[in-house]
T-cell receptor
């Protein structure tokens, strides 16, 4: 059965901290792994990773994929209150996009 | 990425009634997807809607409960029929980008009383 597991489920940090969010997966016919940020209703696309070991970076956010270990991490450095959101990991398989349950990040001023 | 709009943004409905959610995209797309996100849960794919053919439903979802229309390459509707409180969710439509990524509409928050 295809599955995507994220950890931790929730995380509370102070502004300026660095956080690492984890995503492990077992998906048939893996095509890509995607990270989304969900603040209210709509998930906002952050990254798509298809190759192992190549870091994607956007400002304070970065992500890397390990296709051997079936694992990805999302790093956020120098966190800000605006980073507070649910971060979703999704894996594209043969026909579908499988979502994890997300990590709820709360950044305290 | 495509610009996606959804209507309504939110609604409160009585059990037993039906609600149709509209999804409009600013460019032509082959595939559109409908997801449900129940409170505290992640996104679950309801169905994939291709223009000119019947929607493909995922396990646990049936056409009688969630009929979908796809009259052209920029528009789709999802109807939630004979609603119960368990249908209270956020409903999202999405489209694919240039590769495997999907972009989501702003969502419809449905509350069934």
């Amino acid at each position: 059965e295809d599955k995507v597991v994220q950890s931790p489920l929730s995380l509370v940090v102070h502004e300026g901290d660095t956080v690492t969010l984890n995503c492990s997966y077992e998906v048939t016919n893996f095509r890509s792994l995607l990270w989304y940020k969900q603040e209210k209703k709509a998930p906002t696309f952050l990254f798509m990773l298809t190759s192992s070991g190549i870091e994607k970076k956007s400002g304070r956010l970065s992500s890397i994929l390990d296709k051997k270990e079936l694992f990805s991490i999302l790093n956020i450095t120098a966190t800000q209150t605006g980073d507070s959101a649910i971060y979703l990991c999704a894996v594209s398989g043969a026909n579908n996009l499988f979502f994890g349950t997300g990590t709820r990040l709360t950044v305290i001023p | 990425s495509a610009v996606i709009s959804q209507k309504p943004s939110r609604d409160i409905c009585q059990r037993g009634t039906s609600l149709t959610i509209q999804c409009q995209v600013d460019s032509q797309v082959t595939m559109m997807f409908w997801y449900r996100q129940q409170p505290g849960q992640s996104l679950t794919l309801i169905a994939t809607a291709n223009q000119g053919s019947e929607a493909t439903y995922e396990s646990g979802f049936v056409i009688d409960k969630f009929p979908i229309s796809r009259p052209n390459l920029t528009f789709s509707t999802l109807t939630v029929s004979n609603m119960s409180p368990e249908d209270s969710s956020i409903y999202l439509c999405s489209v694919t980008g240039g590769s495997y990524e999907q972009y989501f509409g702003p969502g419809t928050r449905l509350t069934v009383t």
